[in-house]
């Protein structure tokens, strides 16, 4: 019995078992330098899904959801070109990451160090080194809306550069999303 579940143990931790993973059908396989930050994932499965309606974040995780997968970030440009036809003016996109409650008053925002761009939002999910999405900012973003203290969550700004923006929906709103990054690991 031992030998079976020593041998059992080395067949899911061979590189074989792992090569034989896919992702699902509509999803695009990346592969990604494992890394602590991204959780040593060497493989990922990313889909852009559409709504027929601005999406708030819970809207976004109940979408990603339905595809079995969880909001996603890109973690590289490379990750992000496969997704040209995304990729144009007035595309925008809602991303994983919210924003440090930490980091939510304006007077915390005059801390750099503590609420600089790169470090004022945190990913949602795991599976994701968020330094590309937190380098990629649009300009004058992340910007917060200081009348409403309400930009806590992210987006891809003309489905190219990372933006803050409500967690509601914004349905009147330029920068409507009506799309999701999903993500999830291979099957």
């Known amino acids: 019995m031992k030998l079976i579940l020593a041998i059992s143990i080395l ?3 061979s590189p074989a078992y792992y090569c034989q993973k896919k992702c699902a059908t509509g999803f695009v396989e990346v592969q990604r330098a494992p890394t602590a930050a991204n959780q040593f994932t060497a ?21 990603c959801s339905k595809h079995g997968a969880k909001l996603a970030m890109f973690e590289s440009l490379a990750e992000q070109n496969l997704f ?16 440090r409650v930490e980091c939510i008053m304006p007077a ?3 801390d750099k160090q503590k609420c600089s761009p790169q470090k004022a939002f945190i990913p949602l999910h795991e599976g994701t080194d968020p330094k590309f999405t937190f380098n990629n900012w649009q300009l004058h973003n992340p910007n917060h809306d200081y ?17 803050d923006i409500s967690c509601n929906a914004m349905p009147k709103n330029y920068f409507r999303a009506d799309k ?8």
């Open 180 to 187: 999701a990054l999903c993500g999830k690991l291979p099957n």
């Open 43 to 63: 493989k990922f499965c990313l889909k852009i899904a559409s709504s027929a309606n601005a999406l708030s974040l819970e809207d976004a995780e109940g979408l």
């Open 11 to 13: 067949l899911i931790l």
């Open 147 to 163: 009348v409403n203290l309400n930009e806590q969550c992210l987006i891809l700004v003309h489905g190219r550069e990372t933006g």
């Open 84 to 99: 040209k036809e995304h990729l144009k003016p007035k595309v925008h996109i809602r991303i994983d990451g919210v924003r």
């Open 108 to 110: 915390d925002l005059k």
